[in-house]
T-cell receptor
């Protein structure tokens, strides 16, 4: 069974731009969670989607948004990029929402210059 | 969710057991202990979880003290591939997210 895939793997953007990251969960999984990982703050929860609905949200500004499609694929969008948004963005899928066992993808490394 | 405390780093000789401690002295009765690890440049990987009984799977064993204020993750025969950051996470049944701390960087030495 294929794992979680994230595209692109690496991205360089300029301050003020916006970016969209994509995540395809494991086949059959309906929940997708997004995390941001930085050296200073570690891994921080962004939000979780299940059956196309946002179920939970972390403490991030409204510039961070996401959505989930009917095939469970998810996208995350960051608008008006800031230098501090440079991070590894990780997507995790699970079979149900709020599951303890999440399967993480390799992440998208975003660099904002 | 209760806070966890882990040593920042540990070394372990290849082939020996790696014992990674975690302190969670404020854990409440309905909170589970989860362990994940993150190998360099990869996403975190689920290892094991438990409530109050000791647990074992093909990857590791989890020993939780009787008062549940601490736990130990045991990798019985550490290999170089086990070099990673190990995260101990406490999460209640009513909580919806995994809150990762700083973790323990385990280095397995040949």
């Amino acid at each position: 069974k294929a794992g979680v895939t994230q595209t692109p793997r690496y991205l360089i953007k300029t301050r003020g731009q916006q970016v969209t990251l994509s995540c395809s969960p494991i086949s059959g999984h309906r929940s997708v969670s997004w995390y941001q990982q930085t050296p200073g703050q570690g891994l921080q929860f962004l939000f979780e989607y299940f059956s196309e609905t946002q179920r939970n949200k972390g403490n991030f500004p409204g510039r961070f948004s996401g959505r989930q499609f009917s095939n469970s694929r998810s996208e995350m969008n960051v608008s008006t990029l800031e230098l501090g948004d440079s991070a590894l963005y990780l997507c995790a899928s699970s079979s149900t929402w709020s599951s303890y066992e999440q399967y993480f993808g390799p992440g998208t490394r975003l660099t904002v210059t | 969710d209760a806070k966890t405390t882990q040593p920042p780093s540990m070394d372990c000789a290849e082939g020996r057991a790696a014992n990674l401690p975690c302190n969670h002295s404020t854990i409440s009765g309905n909170e589970y202990v989860y362990w994940y690890r993150q190998i360099h440049s990869q996403g975190p990987q689920y290892i094991i979880h438990g409530l109050k009984n000791n647990e074992t799977n093909e990857m590791a064993s989890l020993i939780i003290t009787e008062d549940r204020k601490s736990s130990t993750l045991i990798l019985p025969h550490a290999t170089l591939r086990d070099t990673a950051v190990y995260y101990c996470i406490v999460r209640g049944a009513g909580s919806y997210q995994l809150t990762f701390g700083k973790g323990t960087k385990l280095s397995v030495i040949p």
